[in-house]
């Protein structure tokens, strides 16, 4: 049985008598997310959850007054206009006086004894005549916490409260000391997922819809979401649903807001590709420009505040298509990244988890290239190309390139086949120049990445030899085609 001093002896005996049983109280609440993009940088702004319910440990007997203080924990102030003027509500369950549900004012009464930023508190009494008393865990009396100052604009900031009652001397009745209990957690309502995407590949038998020429690596292989000419990856922004605003529990909701979207960045090789598209689902978004700049290395745009909108899942998926002009080679290899960064109308700036390996594109080929070769046609020198290869035999084409203002020619062995082992190609049959002797090449092979190795050989009046092992074209960066691992 818990002691009490002298002065409020008579006070305890009023809820001891008759045999009552003490047991400690408890707040049965649990914390409410908060959206910390609704929330001011200073944590100046008002709170408010649902309410906390305090499930009493101690018997009160009909006609005796006791206190219910709420207090803010350390970091928080209350917001006294809404957490002190809102009577406890009490709320009884199981009692063989009163039907479950609310104890009604005629049978007791709720005063505002005293309240400000740091606390308030109340009386709350079984008017006399009355046969209602509170029993223990059969009460629960449920206060509003509302804060006017916290911590809550940091993503994983808490506030919380402390329940508090005592008899009509300030002694402690239901619990040695205060309960606390956190009421609110903040935290981060958006976020961005741009899963891996490495489908994406480059064709080598990319045919022009218009012209029909055969243009390899013009193009795109046809899978999963790609044509022929578009690439597409998809990117989430998602809305925490579990996330409220800051008063009356309702979802936080980004879109509903008045704010400038969401800025984001797209990185990447953007040569060889069209005015980017963004969609959600299969429409266009409406009012989006995308922005490639001038070194075609980045790409920007804003997803408009109404295209970000609340739901269950909180879902808004999106797609950037990427067209290919079908003017140039695409290459074997890209990768863009992605990152975004949102502007609540109240809170701090958002950055959102970005990927710099979002999206990656390959090919249904490799190409291997020497930047200079020979086309000395002097019966002593030997100039050729030999290739390794071992897969499947795999067709190839060929493209040379002479000096400013030289015309290079395609030759016998400028397409054909590398066959499994190995395979030689003399450089006069791949092409040759209206002038000078020298070249260099690109090769365009349909395997699969490292199975095609290649060296330039160059042999002078049958004696002395160089090896030139073929590289990757310039920017290429899916090292395990390269011709030297």
């Known amino acids: 049985m818990k002691k009490f001093p002298v002065k409020s002896t008579a006070v305890a005996a009023s809820f001891v008598c008759s045999g009552v049983v003490f ?81 009604p004012s005629a049978s007791s009464t709720i005063s505002l004894a005293a309240g400000d930023a740091t606390g308030c508190s109340w009386s709350i009494k079984a008017l006399p005549g009355n046969t209602l008393s509170f029993p223990a865990s059969a009460t629960s009396i449920a206060v509003v916490p509302s804060f006017a100052t916290h911590s809550l604009a940091t993503v994983g900031g808490t506030a919380g409260i402390s329940i508090n009652i005592t008899d009509i001397n300030g002694q402690q009745l239901d619990n040695t000391s205060a309960l606390s209990k956190t009421v609110a957690t903040s935290v981060q309502s958006l976020s961005m997922t741009a899963a891996a995407d490495t489908a994406t590949q480059a064709d080598v038998n990319f045919v022009h819809p218009t012209s029909k020429a055969a243009l390899p690596l013009y193009g795109f292989v046809v899978a999963g979401d790609d044509t022929a000419t578009v690439a597409k990856a998809n990117f989430t922004i998602t809305q925490n649903p579990v996330a409220t605003a800051p008063t009356g529990g309702a979802s936080y909701n980004y879109g509903g807001e008045t704010n400038s979207g969401i800025a984001m960045t797209v990185t990447g090789d953007f040569t060889g590709l069209a005015t980017p598209v963004l969609r959600k689902g299969a429409t266009a978004v409406s009012g989006v420009t995308v922005a490639v700049a001038t070194d075609n290395k980045s790409a920007t745009f804003t997803i408009p505040t109404a295209s970000i909108v609340s739901s269950a899942d909180g879902l808004n998926v999106f797609t950037l298509d990427l067209p290919s002009t079908a003017s140039q080679t695409l290459g074997t290899s890209r990768t ?33 290239m020497s930047p200079t070769f020979s086309l000395d046609p002097a019966a002593t020198n030997i100039s050729r190309f030999i290739f390794s290869n071992s897969g499947d035999p795999a067709t190839y084409t060929s493209a ?23 395979t030689v190609l003399k450089a006069m049959d791949v092409c040759s120049v209206g002038s000078g002797m020298n070249a260099s090449v690109v090769f365009t092979i349909n395997a699969p990445a490292g199975g095609i190795k290649g060296v330039y050989e160059k042999i002078i009046n049958g004696s002395a030899s160089a090896y030139l092992p073929l590289s990757r074209p310039y920017g290429a960066t899916n090292t395990g085609n390269s011709s030297v691992e």
């Not at 109308?345 to 959102?352: D, E, H, M, T």
């Open 400 to 422: 040379c390139t002479g000096a400013t203002g030289v015309t290079t020619t395609a030759g016998t062995a400028s397409g054909g086949s590398l066959i499994k082992g190995q």
């Open 23 to 103: 047991a400690a109280g408890l707040i049965t609440t649990s914390s409410q997310n908060i959206a910390a993009e609704a929330l001011a940088a200073a944590g100046t702004t008002v709170v408010t959850t649902a309410s906390a319910n305090y499930r009493m440990g101690i018997d009160v007997a009909s006609g005796v007054t006791f206190f219910v203080k709420l207090s803010p924990v350390t970091g928080s102030t209350l917001n006294a206009g809404v957490a002190c003027t809102t009577l406890p509500l009490l709320r009884m369950t199981g009692s063989t006086l009163q039907a479950d549900g609310l104890v």
């Open 336 to 368: 863009f990244g992605i990152k975004g960064t949102a502007s609540p109308q109240v809170g701090a700036a958002v950055v959102l988890t970005p990927n710099a390996s979002w999206w990656t594109w390959s090919a249904n080929a490799i190409q291997l």
